[in-house]
């Protein structure tokens, strides 16, 4: 693995804190389906997208991942950045930003 895909996975893995199983879990609460913004017409929000990859990315392991995969990653890991820096003040626990995080692979309560 080149150096900057190794940087891109170890990003990735501290971004991405929920395992396959519990973001899978997740996505298929009303809760997570209820969150993020929609292509034109699409019938599932963007984020929501995003955490079905992050699973099969999970699930296959590093030695399956390509190019696009290392993209989307890349994806992940700015958004998980940017989201983190617009915490709300107080309890997070039942809301939207938490849920829109959570799309993405990053629980902030963990």
Known sequence: MSGDRHEIAAEFGRAVNMTA????????T???RSVGQ???GAAEST????????VALLRRGKSGWGDDD????RKVIG??????????SGDVR????RYSLMNWGHDPLK
């Open 21 to 28: 199983q519990e973001l899978e879990r997740w996505l298929a």
């Open 94 to 97: 039942e809301t939207r930003w």
């Open 47 to 54: 984020g929501h997208e995003s955490g079905r990859r992050i």
């Open 38 to 40: 929609k292509e034109d």
């Open 79 to 88: 958004y998980v950045h940017r989201h983190l820096a617009q915490r709300p």
């Open 70 to 73: 290392y993209a989307h990653m």
């Open 30 to 32: 009303e809760e997570s």
